[in-house]
T-cell receptor, first 110, second 114 residues
Framework: LAKTTQPISMDSYEGQEVNITCSHN???????ITWYQQFPSQGPRFIIQ???TKVTNEVASLFIPADRKSSTLSLPRVSLSDTAVYYC???????????FGRGTSLIVHP | EAGVAQSPRYKIIEKRQSVAFWCNPI?????LYWYQQILGQGPKLLIQ????????DSQLPKDRFSAERLKGVDSTLKIQPAKLEDSAVYLC????????????FGPGTRLTVT
C-alpha cells in the first residue's frame, strides 16, 4: 500500500484559499487518491477522489500531477466551519485496506 | 437516505469488563468497516467485511476483540476483557459496491475504560 505524507497542521484565515499537499511516492498504477474531512466528535466525511489531472466538485478541487507522486487538495475561500482534520488516502478502487494517517489539522482564523 | 447508525454513543466500563458495539450500515452497502480512533490519531482499521465475509482483520487484537456481521447487514464489535488502552472512539463505516467506493461513517461510540 502506498504510504502518504501530509503536513501535521496548517493555519489560514477566512476567505483565503487553502492548499493541502499529500506525498505518495510509491503510488501504484491502479491506485486512486481520496480525501476525507473530519470534524471533532464526528466520523470522517468523503470530500473528493481522483486518479489524474484535476477533479472539482462543489466542495473542493483535487490537483494531481502527471507523475501522480503527490496531490493537492484545494479549498476555495475557507470559512471557520472548514476547521477540521483532512486525511489523504491512496489505494485501488474497490476492495482494499484503507489506511488513514494522522491527517492535517486545518485551523481557520477569523 | 439514512446514514450509518451506531449504538451506544457513549460507554464507560471498568477494565476487565466486556462491551459490545452495534452498527447498521447504509442499505445496499456490501462493505463494512470497524475503526478504532485514539485521541489525536487517524482512524485505525480493525476489520473489514465484504457482505458477511472478512476481507481483513490483521489489526484486530483477536485475543480480546471479536466482530461479526450477521446476514451481511448489521455488525457487532465486542471487547472482552477491556483494557485501559482500549479507550477510544469506535467508528463504523460502509461503502457501496461501485466506484468511487467512498466510505460513509457513523457517529462513533466513545468508549472510556477506567
Amino acid at each position: 500500500l502506498a504510504k502518504t505524507t501530509q503536513p501535521i497542521s496548517m493555519d489560514s484565515y477566512e476567505g483565503q484559499e487553502v492548499n493541502i499537499t499529500c506525498s505518495h511516492n510509491n503510488i501504484a498504477t491502479n491506485d486512486y487518491i481520496t480525501w476525507y474531512q473530519q470534524f471533532p466528535s464526528q466520523g470522517p466525511r468523503f470530500i473528493i477522489q481522483g486518479y489524474k489531472t484535476k477533479v472539482t466538485n462543489e466542495v473542493a478541487s483535487l490537483f494531481i500531477p502527471a507523475d501522480r507522486k503527490s496531490s493537492t487538495l484545494s479549498l476555495p475561500r475557507v470559512s471557520l466551519s472548514d476547521t477540521a482534520v483532512y486525511y489523504c488516502l491512496v489505494g485501488p478502487g474497490g476492495s482494499y485496506i484503507p489506511t488513514f494517517g494522522r491527517g492535517t489539522s486545518l485551523i481557520v482564523h477569523p | 437516505e439514512a446514514g450509518v447508525a451506531q449504538s451506544p454513543r457513549y460507554k464507560i466500563i471498568e477494565k476487565r469488563q466486556s462491551v459490545a458495539f452495534w452498527c447498521n450500515p447504509i442499505s445496499g452497502h456490501a462493505t463494512l468497516y470497524w475503526y478504532q480512533q485514539i485521541l489525536g490519531q487517524g482512524p485505525k482499521l480493525l476489520i473489514q467485511f465484504q457482505n458477511n465475509g472478512v476481507v481483513d482483520d490483521s489489526q484486530l487484537p483477536k485475543d480480546r476483540f471479536s466482530a461479526e456481521r450477521l446476514k451481511g447487514v448489521d455488525s457487532t464489535l465486542k471487547i472482552q476483557p477491556a483494557k485501559l488502552e482500549d479507550s477510544a472512539v469506535y467508528l463504523c463505516a460502509s461503502s457501496p459496491p461501485g466506484p468511487p467506493y467512498e466510505q460513509y461513517f457513523g457517529p462513533g461510540t466513545r468508549l472510556t475504560v477506567t
